[in-house]
């Protein structure tokens, strides 16, 4: 692999992004954590230990929730409209400074810069369309079938939200919680990934600037996310746990919350069949592909994770995937001329040799990459696998790497059949120039979402979410995400 190590351009640079990382964000102030401790960031491009930020204790998680509490009546008294203008003024301040947050991504997710350019644009949006959802909330109004009273349905605030969120987002999964939340009329405790921290403070210093009051964000990192999580969901003024990240660590959270009546929202694992048909336009399945699959180096719970091509142009396929997978250029995601940055750490770099040795010797022939690197950073090479069979390991877990693992298919009724063929129903994509047989599928393949023809999906106006074991409830969307952080309230009123 050639693999370029271009990291920040300079000392200044490299100290701009250390102020990031100046304390828990808890009731407006910055503070350490109750007993001093403290977690490594590491840039997976070097290795290198790039800052520090406190290792909250269940004491600091109780003071982010009382300082939620303490901020929850003014919160959700303020007028829509001007919740409505400080979300737009967050919005504002992410887009001027898109830029110096998409470096920071890259250097504490390692993904490439126009990955993370993308994901501020998108998490930045977020806020846009919240502030105009805020003054949108409406109730219901009605006469009851008796005739002896009017119905009146109100919805308010659902109260204080815990929010958890993974590292291979770390500006997108929070804003897609914190801005409807805040819409709403909740105050929020984020706790972001302990490997990509730093974007969540960089945030919340925004948010303060935007003129959103102390307490209503507050922000604390841990090494111990457990018994911290459950300290807060343990507090009876908590009401909401909206969680992303894998399925095994949603079970436990879904597990904990009952014990206290919370409600939960879920965004869980994924393993997104892409689905080509002889007839699709293969040009533009393969870009689409790229996009599936090469989104952030292939950690998304979105990504094409089984590719199923229909026989007719399945070596056609499979050798314009790998054209286009081997020219790609790895490196540091802050190196501008990068197109695949490093996985997030050696543990997920081992995962992904562990899959693809597997399916290699179940027999997928290697089209190319396929052999982790070997130096500093945690590299994966972009791999396409042709001929993977359905026994393999990698077609039942999520990849979560550059890895392309394709199969064969003939008919129609067999594919829908293998699609549905997993404990997920998160994303899936089919290719086909026949728009009944493509509404037709999209009716029938077990997922929350499908992309026709398109290798994105992700919007913030559109509902984003999954079913069976990728999740609960939806984010996003014209009112399905803020109504997540909403509880209807009846009025029966005599006439």
């Given at each position: 692999?050639?693999?370029?190590?271009?990291?920040?351009?300079?000392?200044?640079?490299?100290?701009?992004?250390?102020?990031?990382?100046?304390?828990?964000?808890?009731?407006?102030?910055?503070?350490?954590?109750?007993?001093?401790?403290?977690?490594?960031?590491?840039?997976?491009?070097?290795?290198?230990?790039?800052?520090?930020?406190?290792?909250?204790?269940?004491?600091?998680?109780?003071?982010?929730?009382?300082?939620?509490?303490?901020?929850?009546?003014?919160?959700?008294?303020?007028?829509?409209?001007?919740?409505?203008?400080?979300?737009?003024?967050?919005?504002?301040?992410?887009?001027?400074?898109?830029?110096?947050?998409?470096?920071?991504?890259?250097?504490?997710?390692?993904?490439?810069?126009?990955?993370?350019?993308?994901?501020?644009?998108?998490?930045?949006?977020?806020?846009?369309?919240?502030?105009?959802?805020?003054?949108?909330?409406?109730?219901?109004?009605?006469?009851?079938?008796?005739?002896?009273?009017?119905?009146?349905?109100?919805?308010?605030?659902?109260?204080?939200?815990?929010?958890?969120?993974?590292?291979?987002?770390?500006?997108?999964?929070?804003?897609?919680?914190?801005?409807?939340?805040?819409?709403?009329?909740?105050?929020?405790?984020?706790?972001?990934?302990?490997?990509?921290?730093?974007?969540?403070?960089?945030?919340?210093?925004?948010?303060?600037?935007?003129?959103?009051?102390?307490?209503?964000?507050?922000?604390?990192?841990?090494?111990?996310?457990?018994?911290?999580?459950?300290?807060?969901?343990?507090?009876?003024?908590?009401?909401?746990?909206?969680?992303?990240?894998?399925?095994?660590?949603?079970?436990?959270?879904?597990?904990?919350?009952?014990?206290?009546?919370?409600?939960c929202s879920m965004e869980l694992g994924g393993n997104a069949p892409f689905l080509v048909f002889d007839d699709a336009d293969l040009d533009a399945a393969v870009d689409g592909a790229m996009v599936a699959k090469m989104r952030n180096a292939g950690e998304a719970c979105t990504a094409a994770n089984r590719i199923y091509v229909q026989s007719g142009v399945y070596?056609?396929?499979?050798?314009?995937?790998?054209?286009?997978?081997?020219?790609?250029?790895?490196?540091?995601?802050?190196?501008?001329?990068?197109?695949?940055?490093?996985?997030?750490?050696?543990?997920?770099?081992?995962?992904?040799?562990?899959?693809?040795?597997?399916?290699?010797?179940?027999?997928?022939?290697?089209?190319c990459g396929g052999k982790a690197g070997s130096g500093t950073g945690y590299y994966y090479p972009p791999t396409v696998l042709c001929d993977v069979p359905a026994e393999a390991e990698m077609a039942h877990e999520e990849i979560f790497g550059p890895v392309a693992p394709i199969s064969r298919f003939e008919t129609e009724a067999e594919i829908i059949a293998r699609?549905?063929?997993?404990?997920?129903?998160?994303?899936?994509?089919?290719?086909?120039?026949?728009?009944?047989?493509?509404?037709?599928?999209?009716?029938?393949?077990?997922?929350?979402?499908?992309?026709?023809?398109?290798?994105?999906?992700?919007?913030?106006?559109?509902?984003?979410?999954?079913?069976?074991?990728?999740?609960?409830?939806?984010?996003?969307?014209?009112?399905?995400?803020?109504?997540?952080?909403?509880?209807?309230?009846?009025?029966?009123?005599?006439?």
């Amino acid at each position: 692999m050639n693999i370029s190590h271009q990291v920040v351009a300079d000392d200044q640079d490299t100290a701009d992004f250390h102020r990031f990382s100046h304390g828990l964000y808890i009731g407006g102030q910055w503070r350490q954590s109750a007993d001093g401790t403290e977690i490594q960031v590491v840039d997976p491009s070097t290795e290198a230990v790039i800052a520090a930020v406190p290792d909250a204790t269940i004491e600091d998680a109780a003071a982010a929730v009382e300082a939620a509490a303490r901020a929850a009546d003014g919160w959700r008294t303020t007028a829509p409209r001007k919740r409505s203008e400080i979300l737009r003024n967050c919005f504002e301040l992410m887009t001027q400074r898109s830029e110096t947050l998409a470096t920071l991504i890259s250097l504490e997710n390692g993904k490439a810069l126009p990955d993370a350019r993308g994901e501020i644009a998108y998490a930045a949006e977020f806020f846009r369309w919240n502030a105009e959802e805020a003054v949108r909330i409406t109730g219901e109004f009605g006469m009851a079938p008796s005739g002896t009273n009017r119905i009146v349905v109100d919805y308010e605030p659902i109260g204080i939200c815990v929010l958890v969120t993974p590292w291979n987002f770390p500006a997108a999964m929070a804003t897609r919680k914190i801005a409807p939340a805040l819409a709403a009329g909740c105050t929020v405790i984020l706790k972001p990934a302990s490997e990509t921290p730093l974007t969540a403070y960089a945030l919340a210093a925004l948010y303060q600037e935007a003129g959103v009051p102390p307490g209503v964000v507050n922000v604390l990192t841990t090494s111990n996310p457990g018994p911290v999580t459950a300290a807060m969901l343990a507090d009876p003024r908590v009401r909401k746990l909206s969680f992303t990240g894998s399925t095994c660590v949603g079970r436990v959270l879904l597990a904990e919350a009952p014990k206290h009546v919370v409600s939960c929202s879920m965004e869980l694992g994924g393993n997104a069949p892409f689905l080509v048909f002889d007839d699709a336009d293969l040009d533009a399945a393969v870009d689409g592909a790229m996009v599936a699959k090469m989104r952030n180096a292939g950690e998304a719970c979105t990504a094409a994770n089984r590719i199923y091509v229909q026989s007719g142009v399945y070596d056609a396929f499979g050798e314009s995937l790998a054209r286009r997978m081997s020219a790609l250029k790895i490196g540091a995601g802050t190196d501008a001329a990068t197109e695949c940055g490093p996985m997030i750490t050696r543990k997920a770099v081992d995962k992904i040799d562990r899959l693809v040795n597997d399916a290699v010797a179940r027999g997928a022939r290697v089209l190319c990459g396929g052999k982790a690197g070997s130096g500093t950073g945690y590299y994966y090479p972009p791999t396409v696998l042709c001929d993977v069979p359905a026994e393999a390991e990698m077609a039942h877990e999520e990849i979560f790497g550059p890895v392309a693992p394709i199969s064969r298919f003939e008919t129609e009724a067999e594919i829908i059949a293998r699609a549905n063929d997993t404990e997920y129903g998160l994303a899936a994509y089919i290719y086909t120039r026949d728009l009944a047989r493509g509404m037709r599928l999209a009716s029938r393949i077990e997922a929350g979402m499908i992309a026709l023809n398109r290798g994105l999906m992700s919007d913030p106006a559109a509902p984003f979410g999954g079913v069976k074991q990728s999740g609960l409830g939806r984010e996003g969307g014209q009112h399905h995400g803020i109504a997540e952080f909403m509880e209807a309230k009846y009025l029966a009123i005599s006439i």
